[in-house]
Structure formats: structure tokens, C-alpha cells
């Protein structure tokens, strides 16, 4: 079996909260005037905000053995209260939640509550990445998912490389009577491994016989908000989610169009990671009845994987957020 991964899973986080799975009816109008049903159904949001906040307390409690820095760590960005719209953001492969925290400061003054969620696998050390499986991201973001959904009357879903592809597989497999959602927002999403040595051989079976990727088994872990040192079982899993994400890809479209979901998404073409190519094919084929926004950054602007949604490392940072928040505006 798959070893636990270090710390508290959301989902244990939530069950820890008293009462976190609870639902509450407002009474019944005979029973109660209509100003007393309406406060009580007030009373029950604010207890189910205020359990929800302190289960996702408890699972940043749960993530800090072992952290490499705490700015690593899933945070939880809050008004205090239920809002109108709120958002899931998922990190990519060997990072952290680091990597899309300028971009949940956007989203946190728009109006939004912002979860980021921390990986099974990630923010330690490398050796973490190389028993994890793509299940255990998949249940990690579904679980985030749902306590999105608990912070606003509308959740949104965003994610970063390996984080990108993790929300389009939890978009495509809700259930949006259930649970709509309102936008998609994504960065360098990994809808298509770039390097083609990388399919071969996890078909093959190589990150049992090859644990470190070539190039740099004995990386220096200097970089305190990302892995240097990539195990091949890690990259296999992203490789697994991807595919899994092109057998979807039918019902996600259909999905976004039936739901009228709006999708942002920046890519760089100079980006030697994610195949740009897939990810403007994935927009193109969005039917127009979608809102769209679609920064692709040319080849010239030599704007790296990493880059994207950082603002110390993207040039053009200033622009993304300008669009970005006009994206948002047209939801408030």
C-alpha cells in the first residue's frame, strides 16, 4: 500500500471539525416567523464557516513537520464570513503553494475566500515524491473542493502546471446541479507533457529502476519553495493526469459550455514543460458561448514555466493581473 503522506489530510482536517459534515435546515415557516428562520439560517453559515475555517487550521497545523519554509504551507486567505465567490488554488509539481500566492492576493481582493492546498508529496523533500500517487492529489483537490465550495456561495477553481490539470479533472468529474462553479483559472496548465521522453518510460515502469532524473540526481536543494531534484515517479504521476485529463476532455467541454463556466488561462510558448500547443488547442476548442481570456506569451518573450504567476519572475506580471482583474470585475 501507499505510504500516508507527512501531515493531516484535508479530509481528516474537515472531519476534526465539529460538526463539519452537519446539515442545517432553516424551520419550517409555521414553526417560526419569517425574520426568526432567516437569522437562525444566518447562525448556521456563520457556525459552518467558523467549523470550516478551524478544520483547514488544523490541516496547516498538520502540514508543518518537516516544511522547508512556511511560506509552503496551504493557507487560507478569509473575510470572516460565507462571501459571494470563492476559489480553490492548486500548486504545481514540485513546488508549493508559494507559487500562486501573489496570484490568491487578486483573487482575495476581489472579494473572494482563497484556499491553496498543499500536495501529498510536496514542500519537504524530494524523497517525498517518490511512492506518491496521482490519487492522492486527485482526493487532496477534491476535498479542497469541497471546502471552497463551503466559503462562498460560488466556488471557482484555479490551478498552476500540475495544479491546472488537477482542477480541470475535479471540474470534470462534479456534479454542477450539485455543485456549480463559476470560473476556471488557469497557469501553464499540464494539459500535455512537453518532453516526449516522458510517456516511454513511465509506461515502461522506469521510476521503479530510475528513481532521479538524469540530469540532476544530486541537485543542491537550494530553492526554498520548490523541489531542484525531480523524481521520475512524481513527473509519471503528472504524465497519468494528463491522460486522464485527454479521456475527459469531451465531458469538460461539455461541462463549461452546459454550466457557462468562464475560463482565464496564461501559457508561454517559450515554456519547456507543458506542450503551449495543447493548451491553446484545449482554448480554441472552447465553444464561444464560454467567456475567455487567453494570454500566450511569444517565444521571444522567453517567459519560463515558473515564471508565469510569479511577479518577480514574469516581465509581464503587471499585465496578467490587469486582466485578470477585469476577468473577475465582470462577476461583481
Not at 501531515?7 to 474537515?14: C, K, M, P, T
Not at 464557516?49 to 496547516?60: K, L, P, R
Not at 517567459?303 to 511577479?311: C, D, G, K, Q
Request: hydrophobic share 45%; charged share 20%; proline share 7%.
Amino acid at each position: 500500500m501507499t505510504p500516508s503522506p507527512r501531515g493531516v489530510s484535508l479530509i481528516a482536517a474537515l472531519l476534526w471539525a465539529p460538526g463539519a459534515w452537519s446539515q442545517t435546515s432553516p424551520d419550517p415557516v409555521l414553526v417560526a416567523p419569517p425574520a426568526a428562520t432567516a437569522r437562525r439560517v444566518v447562525d448556521a453559515e456563520a457556525r459552518d464557516f467558523q467549523e470550516t475555517a478551524e478544520g483547514f487550521h488544523a490541516y496547516i497545523a498538520g502540514k508543518k513537520a518537516g516544511i522547508k519554509n512556511a511560506d509552503n504551507l496551504p493557507f487560507l486567505l478569509s473575510h470572516g464570513a460565507r462571501t459571494k465567490e470563492s476559489i480553490l488554488l492548486v500548486h504545481g509539481f514540485s513546488d508549493s503553494p508559494y507559487y500562486v500566492r501573489a496570484l490568491a492576493d487578486i483573487f482575495y481582493g476581489a472579494g473572494y475566500n482563497v484556499v491553496a492546498i498543499l500536495l501529498p508529496g510536496h514542500g519537504t523533500k524530494p524523497e517525498d515524491l517518490l511512492r506518491v500517487r496521482l490519487g492522492q492529489w486527485q482526493t487532496e483537490t477534491e476535498a479542497g473542493f469541497r471546502l471552497a465550495a463551503r466559503l462562498g456561495g460560488r466556488v471557482s477553481l484555479g490551478g498552476f502546471s500540475t495544479g491546472g490539470g488537477l482542477v480541470l479533472d475535479a471540474l470534470a468529474k462534479n456534479d454542477s446541479s450539485r455543485r456549480p462553479v463559476g470560473d476556471l483559472f488557469l497557469f501553464s496548465p499540464a494539459v500535455k507533457i512537453k518532453d516526449a521522453r516522458v510517456p516511454p518510460a513511465c509506461i515502461a515502469g522506469a521510476m521503479f529502476f530510475k528513481p532521479w532524473k538524469n540530469d540532476n540526481p544530486d541537485a543542491p536543494e537550494d530553492n526554498p519553495y520548490r523541489y531542484k531534484k525531480l523524481a521520475v515517479n512524481g513527473a509519471c504521476q503528472v504524465y497519468w493526469l494528463s491522460v486522464e485529463e485527454s479521456l475527459r476532455r469531451a465531458a469538460l467541454l461539455s461541462k463549461i459550455e452546459d454550466s457557462g463556466v468562464g475560463v482565464f488561462a496564461a501559457q508561454s510558448e517559450a515554456d519547456t514543460v507543458v506542450d503551449p500547443g495543447a493548451v491553446a488547442e484545449l482554448m480554441r476548442s472552447l465553444r464561444a458561448s464560454a467567456a475567455q481570456e487567453f494570454i500566450l506569451y511569444p517565444l521571444s518573450a522567453a517567459v519560463h514555466h515558473n515564471s508565469v504567476p510569479r511577479p518577480e519572475t514574469n516581465p509581464f506580471y503587471g499585465e496578467l493581473a490587469a486582466r485578470l482583474k477585469a476577468f473577475l470585475a465582470r462577476r461583481q
